[in-house]
């Protein structure tokens, strides 16, 4: 094996090439074995004093880069007209004699505080536009449902006025409305992909400035050129102008020209919607970072609970976490002790199907028997929903501050998600884009809001976590991975999301929980000695939290880095 070649070597000295590293010239910048230490000195004793040390306490000044016309020199100078380096046998040759030539340190100090300028640039100006872009999109994308419900509300109103000879008209409006929001809905979401995208080519050089400043070479840091000019030409700001309705009044025979009319959906697109607000003070942005799966998940606590059956859990606090079990009552547990804080009994002395926590910290049950959903503030118990021939089951609390809840009806015969904003339907979501049912008609439904606003319904019946988007389009159906830990079918219980979009739903004849990416992609199991797993919930650190039915407890799981 060359030892000059070998990935596995040593550092050899620069002039034997052969020797262990043991001393190092801070004046040449070349490492030497002691062997070879007089020779160097030696070689120009006249015109340069040697500083020769250890070589680890050698300066951290970066190494030149070596000559390519003259071997074994380095360069300390660099040619601004030719962008090239020099060494003193290239500025003696007189090839650049009229040349304007500069110290290569002091370049290479200027271009360091360059990209050091454009990436504080970055980070505190051009980057948080980007984030408020987003934000306004989303926002708008969020008042769309409101827009539109109350459109659809004012077309039906003046239908009801008319005779029902008219009711087909009504309901070719309506569809009319509802393609224009999908469109209107559609606009949007390519404009905040394109952003998104932009978002992540930001990302992406960030850190790859970062990467060629700490990496101290020179020459990939004198050629780098960095994409600010790009990044300074902001995207248009999308201007949609939602339709309206205007009812006419009329006689009865004139009623197919004069019913009313919608007007069509129109946008702009505005070049300077976005601008950098020259006199803000710009806020320290922290990139969110980007977690790994651990190569095995660990167990942080366990925490045993009072209940004969343990079913659910969800986080209060970072300190607190919510269970509920085969039991009329729920029960809030200290995280870091373990033990018991407050007891909470069902309004209608029934069990309670699921338990969620608003943003503002107030828990959320849904009671089955009495068709109800229900939220607990300040020790009093309120039912916001009543439902009439459908049966609550999974509910979660949404980034907007609205309620999901997934129900089946009466007669078992149809299931469905509804969006509710405080005691208002807001969103129904329960067929396909073929006319198809989303879930099926078995009882055990959970479901999560996933960071990207994908609605995630962990659907026991279908054997299956099934995923739509905001606006109730299917995205995907996941049914398990092969190998799996036991040869038994998928039976999906309860279902969470993280800070990285992963979707995370307990297996509970498997004893394990699967992690899956926001596109449906198996990443890995958590198996961690799991008996029977029911209900899941993550914290802010994406500390998973597992509820086990039969041993009672709730164990505290890390599974990211």
Known sequence: MDPRTSAQDVMRCDLCQTAVVQMHCDTCLINLC??????????????????????????????????????????????????????????????HTAHKISQILTLYDAKKKEIEGENEEMETSIYPIYQDIVSDVQNRMTQLEKEYGDLSTVITKHGEDWH??????????????????????????????????????????????????????????????????????????????????????????????????????SFSSEEHGYNIKKEQKSPVIIIPKVKQLLKKSETVSTIDTEYSLLFGVTL??????????????????????????????????????????????????????????????????????????????GVCSTSSGDLLVVMNSDDKKQAKVVRYSGSKEKQTIQFDDQGRPLYSLEDNKYISENKNLDICVADLGANAVVVVNHAGKLR??????????????????????????????TDYDKDCVHIIDHTGQFLAFIDCELRCPWGLCTDTNDNLFVAQVFNKQVKKLKYLQ
């Open 164 to 265: 029902r000879i008219i009711d087909k008209i009504v309901q070719n409006l309506k569809a009319e409305v509802d393609t224009m929001k999908s469109r209107h809905y559609d606009i949007f979401k390519k404009h905040l992909a394109e952003i998104n995208l932009r978002i992540s080519e930001i990302k992406e050089e960030i850190q790859a400035s970062f990467k060629i400043l700490e990496s101290n070479n020179i020459s990939q840091l004198l050629q780098f050129n960095g994409k600010i000019k790009e990044f300074k030409k902001f995207p248009h700001k999308l201007e949609v102008l939602s339709p309206h309705f205007t009812p006419m009044q009329c006689q009865e025979e004139e009623f197919l020209k004069q019913f009313g009319n919608l007007s069509t959906l």
């Open 34 to 95: 002691k062997a070879c230490v007089g020779e160097h000195t030696m070689s120009d004793e006249a015109s340069k004093k040697h500083e020769i040390v250890q070589f680890k306490h050698r300066k951290s000044t970066p190494p030149y880069p070596r000559c390519t016309s003259h071997d074994k020199e380095q360069c300390e100078m660099y040619c601004n007209l030719c962008n090239v380096p020099l060494c003193t046998a290239c500025i003696a040759s007189g090839s």
């Open 476 to 505: 995907f159906r996941y049914t398990g991975h092969t190998p799996a830990p036991k040869t038994k079918l998928f039976h999906p219980r309860g279902i969470t999301t993280d800070s990285q979009s992963h979707i995370l739903t």
């Open 316 to 393: 209060l606090s970072e300190e607190e976490i919510w269970t509920r079990g085969y039991v009329n009552t729920m029960k809030l547990y200290s995280i870091s002790q373990g033990s018991l804080l407050k007891s909470v009994r069902t309004k209608s002395e029934n069990i309670p199907d699921d338990i969620t926590v608003t943003s503002h910290g107030h828990l959320v049950y849904t009671d089955p028997t009495d068709r109800s959903v229900n939220v607990v503030m300040d020790g009093k118990i309120e039912t916001v929903i009543k439902l009439q021939n459908w049966i609550p089951r």
